[in-house]
């Protein structure tokens, strides 16, 4: 069962564009969301997160949105810049240390120059 | 910038031998765990480790698995009889509580190679 979806496989962005990566969820104990940023043959790289107390955290280009009534959750990456391409992570966790992060599938996203 | 460090980077065995998986997670960080991504699937969670203890662990992670902290700066993977669907890439991550929140920090990972 899929607990955290992402239904994007791949999206492709201009370069100083708006990308915009969209995740939904199903477990409503979820209390906790993150962003991670994965380069081929490499870890996942933590990007930015948001706790379900607040709608949206920001952090440079980063901003993340959290609907918890809709179970949804998007990143925004503005402008987006080539070196933004990389395959992209939605993860759920309960709010308890020490638990397992659910990913989704990830998207990925091609920025062009 | 402290990070996460894994050995070896890549790893052939064959089926039914014994490997192990080392990880050196960010030193002041309490909780470890170990990932699992098979190719071309999403990243799914195997074991947490908590106090020299198992915290949670997911259906993946059977008998055939086992998890330990031998020293103070170790966190090793054991899987005692490989078999050819456990190849795949094996990240650690390592986490601490910071007001309240968790984040969990990313080995680059161990691809693992089962013939």
């Known amino acids: 069962d899929q607990q955290v979806k992402q239904n994007s496989p791949s999206l492709s962005v201009q370069e100083g564009r708006i990308s915009i990566l969209n995740c939904d969820y199903t477990n409503s104990m979820f209390d906790y969301f993150l962003w991670y940023k994965k380069y081929p043959a490499e870890g996942p790289t933590f990007l930015i997160s948001i706790s379900s107390i607040k709608d949206k955290n920001e952090d440079g280009r980063f901003t993340v949105f959290l609907n918890k009534s809709a179970k949804h959750l998007s990143l925004h990456i503005v402008p987006s810049q080539p070196g933004d391409s990389a395959v992209y992570f939605c993860?759920?966790?309960?709010?308890?240390?020490?638990?397992?992060?659910?990913f989704g599938k990830g998207t990925t996203l091609s920025v062009s120059s | 910038e402290p990070e996460v460090t894994q050995t070896p980077s890549h790893q052939v065995t064959q089926m039914g031998q014994e490997v192990i998986l080392r990880c050196v997670p960010i030193?002041?960080?309490?909780?470890f765990y170990w990932y699992r991504q098979i190719l071309g699937q999403k990243v799914e969670f195997l074991v947490s480790?908590?106090?020299?203890?198992?915290?949670?662990k997911s259906e993946i992670f059977d008998d055939q698995f086992s998890v330990e902290r031998p020293d103070g700066s170790n966190f090793t993977l054991k899987i005692r009889s490989t078999k050819l669907e456990d190849s795949a890439m094996y990240f650690c991550?390592?986490?601490?509580?910071?007001?309240?929140?968790?984040?969990?920090?990313f080995g680059p990972g161990t691809r693992l190679l089962v013939l």
């Open positions: 030193s002041n960080h309490l909780y």
């Open positions: 993860a759920a966790q309960k709010d308890q240390a020490g638990t397992a992060l659910i």
């Open positions: 480790f908590y106090n020299n203890e198992i915290s949670e």
């Open positions: 991550a390592s986490s601490s509580l910071v007001q309240f929140q968790e984040t969990q920090y």
